[in-house]
């Protein structure tokens, strides 16, 4: 006999004092409909509130709704409190009036998800029951990307609690102060300026030629990392001080036929 997949939990609310309700009340409906356990909290709550009842209901995932621009402000806060319950592996989504130049911010602040209006509760629904699944890649480089789908995949850093520092890839520990105790894993941004490069002629065994590579200041107050580039022509469209985008690759499949993905930067 086949056992019965686990219902998804979700907990949905509204943070503030936003009190355009409709909405979530149309997606917890629909999530409801598919087959999901919604707790869902009503309009004006705290970030303390949300995040304490997401530990307390042992939920999955956690959407949020905000229609009134202070959606940053917001999940700041959620993250904040979900930290110091030591449960900030708990993925956040977020619907709404959500201005597109925000949406790397709040990657950056672990928001796995984006809903505007218009988004179809099946849409939803798959990214919550994907994030169960378990993800579908493994990293070309160790702790370098987060995600659950390869479509969705996002820089991986730690910050370092003690002194501020942040790394990538995400470390256990902090090599600066050497400590292993406020290590946070943190998403980071996926745009970031070109310090330096080289197009090289030669290049190891697996990869083309030219072969180029450089340093990129991440945005957002994200480290200098090092990177191979890719989708800038004839190496013209590469200039000291120009952005750069991520882009993720898939570089072949392992033993068990899971994609093997890794990151690169292109030019915007």
Not at 81 to 99: R, T
């Amino acid at each position: 006999m086949k056992k019965e997949a686990r219902k998804p939990r979700v907990l949905l609310g509204k943070i503030g004092l936003d009190g355009h309700s409709r909405g979530i009340y149309v997606v917890a409906h629909g999530l409801q409909q598919s087959g999901m356990e919604v707790i869902y909290t009503g309009i004006r709550q705290t970030a303390a509130s949300m995040a304490h009842t997401a530990v307390q209901e042992d939920v999955d995932f956690i959407g949020i709704s905000s229609m009134v621009g202070a959606h940053l402000s917001i999940i700041r806060k959620l993250r904040e409190e979900l930290q110091k319950l030591n449960a900030s592996n708990i993925p956040v989504l977020i619907g709404g009036i959500i201005p597109e130049d925000d949406y790397d911010l709040l990657r950056a602040m672990g928001v796995q998800k984006i809903f505007v209006p218009g988004a179809e509760i099946k849409e939803i629904a798959q990214c919550i029951r994907s994030n169960l699944e378990g993800p579908q890649w493994v990293p070309e480089i160790r702790g370098s990307l987060i995600g659950r789908n390869i479509e969705e995949l996002h820089l991986l850093g730690s910050k370092c609690g003690k002194c501020g520092q942040v790394y990538f890839p995400s470390r256990r520990n902090c090599p600066r102060c050497m400590d292993e105790k406020n290590i946070e894993h943190i998403p980071l941004s996926d745009k970031g300026t070109l310090q330096s490069y080289v197009v090289a002629a030669v290049a190891p065994p697996g990869y083309t030629v030219p072969h180029a590579q450089g340093f990129i200041d991440l945005h957002e107050g994200g480290p200098r990392i090092f990177s191979l580039l890719t989708d800038y022509g004839d190496a013209e469209r590469l200039q000291i001080g120009c952005e750069m985008g991520l882009k993720i690759v898939e570089c072949g499949r392992d033993d068990d036929n899971i994609a093997i993905v890794g990151y690169r930067f292109k030019p915007l």
